[in-house]
């Protein structure tokens, strides 16, 4: 891109208007370049609902500048929350002090299609008693219910009523610890727990919690404001609730997800992307993949680089809650695939409509059949799902452009990748909803050497 954007991906860099929805892509040129990585959506916007909890104020670091972080800060704002920039670059101060209670109409105007406002329920419990959730948004990728978190505030001894409005969540005699056990290992349901049993009177027993590296660095923020969490194996987690938290000082862990989304686009486009900032631990899982698949990396102090070792090769892969292969990660990954030398099979079992955006790779040149109801494999090691849907890739076949529109965030980033893989031009239609995980998105692009234009 020669005239909108800087090259440059330092914290001065500045994106074209967040209205931008449109993008013009040709294709055919691979991504060269470095890129950084902040901290991850999945942490920075629960931490910032966790500064709630504290008698004084907490400062949150590395945090990535993207729309649900807005959508967050927004959200606290309408609360009271004093809200400002920290004493370094991707910084907040978050002063709660100020905390009241906000309308249904206040909380639906600035959450927008963000699911977050259900994680404010506990923290707003203990401080004012009465918590209000609207019409819940989010990417459209499968059914989200939040019956898992309802249920966890009744067994804490939360009072919910549903109107035409939302739901309304009080707590009159205060939370008691309670013993749960988790149908499936949520994420938002295990933070849910955590940021609710925190400072309700006595123990909490959480079973078949979610284990995720977010989850583990919300455990320690909570655990630098006061709070007695422990983890134990089988995935038990063990709070023991304190009468009084104070605010942290903390700097978010890595978005291991954007981490593995410029993994693929090198993979895609042959590129060679170096991506600062991302850690091995938290992507054993992925590299193993990423090697199966023919690419090659280098872990480094400051971040791993990423590029193909040879052509790509077919893989099967099975999506699963951490440790597994993450579901965030097969999108981008089934890009690369199209390309790979054989058929592939990935076997998304954490939600039952991710698979939806590969009609668009289809309409590229890709050829993707979505099994509706999984595959069964003797091979297996995920336990099968109801609600699981399976792809069968066959590859290699040559993308090229087209007219396609971004469905959600991880796809949507995959039809960006797809086009730049792609020979020919395409328009990306809906674009802004990638700002929701991606931050300096388009100013990464160009920095990488992606040729495009922001037509609208």
Not at 64 to 78: A, C, F, K, Q, T
Not at 99 to 128: K, N
Not at 430 to 449: C, H, M, Q, S
Request: charged letters at 25%; hydrophobic letters at 40%; proline letters at 5%.
């Amino acid at each position: 891109m020669k005239s909108l954007l800087s090259a440059s991906t330092d914290d001065k860099a500045e994106e074209p208007d967040v209205s931008a929805e449109t993008l013009r892509i040709r294709g055919g040129r691979p991504l060269t370049g470095r890129v950084e990585v902040k901290g991850a959506k999945n942490l920075a916007t629960k931490a910032m609902v966790a500064a709630l909890l504290g008698e004084t104020p907490s400062t949150l670091r590395d945090i990535p500048g993207i729309s649900d972080v807005n959508v967050v800060r927004s959200l606290l704002e309408v609360h009271g929350v004093t809200v400002e920039e920290g004493d370094e670059p991707g910084s907040l101060r978050l002063d709660p002090s100020g905390a009241v209670t906000a309308h249904f109409e206040e909380i639906d105007a600035h959450a927008g299609a963000s699911r977050i406002p259900i994680l404010f329920c506990g923290p707003l419990l203990h401080l004012l008693g009465e918590a209000l959730i609207p019409d819940l948004g989010g990417c459209r990728i499968g059914d989200r219910p939040i019956n898992f978190h309802m249920d966890a505030l009744r067994a804490f001894g939360a009072i919910v009523d549903k109107s035409y409005e939302g739901i309304r969540i009080t707590a009159p005699d205060g939370l008691t610890g309670a013993e749960i056990e988790l149908p499936y290992p949520s994420v938002g349901a295990t933070e849910q727990v955590l940021l609710t049993a925190v400072k309700a009177k006595g123990v909490t027993e959480l079973r078949n919690a979610a284990i995720e590296p977010e989850i583990m660095d919300l455990i320690a923020v909570l655990q630098k404001m006061g709070a007695i969490i422990s983890y134990e194996p089988n995935r038990v987690i063990l709070i023991e609730g304190v009468d009084e938290l104070r605010g942290y000082d903390h700097r978010c862990i890595f978005d291991r997800n954007e981490a593995a989304s410029w993994a693929c686009a090198a993979l895609a486009t042959d590129g060679d992307i170096f991506v600062g900032g991302a850690r091995q631990q938290e992507m054993l899982t992925f590299l193993n993949v990423f090697r199966k698949a023919g690419g090659w990396f280098d872990v480094r102090e400051d971040g791993i680089q990423f590029r193909r070792g040879g052509s790509i090769k077919p893989v099967v892969v099975e999506t699963d809650v951490h440790p597994g292969f993450m579901t965030d990660w097969q999108q981008p990954l089934i890009v690369a695939l199209t390309q790979a030398e054989g058929t592939s099979v990935v076997h998304e079992t954490v939600y039952e409509n991710r698979l939806g955006f590969t009609d668009a790779l289809n309409q590229m040149g890709a050829d993707i059949v979505v099994h509706p109801d999984g595959i069964a494999s003797s091979d297996r090691r995920v336990p099968r799902r109801a609600l699981e849907q399976a792809a069968v890739i066959n590859g290699p076949t040559p993308l090229h452009g087209a007219d396609v529109e971004v469905p959600d965030l991880r796809g949507g980033y995959s039809y960006v990748i797809a086009a730049l893989a792609a020979e020919g031009e395409s328009i990306v239609r809906n674009v802004g909803i990638i700002r929701r995980g991606y931050e300096k998105f388009f100013t990464k692009l160009d920095a990488l050497g992606a040729d495009f234009d922001v037509i609208g």
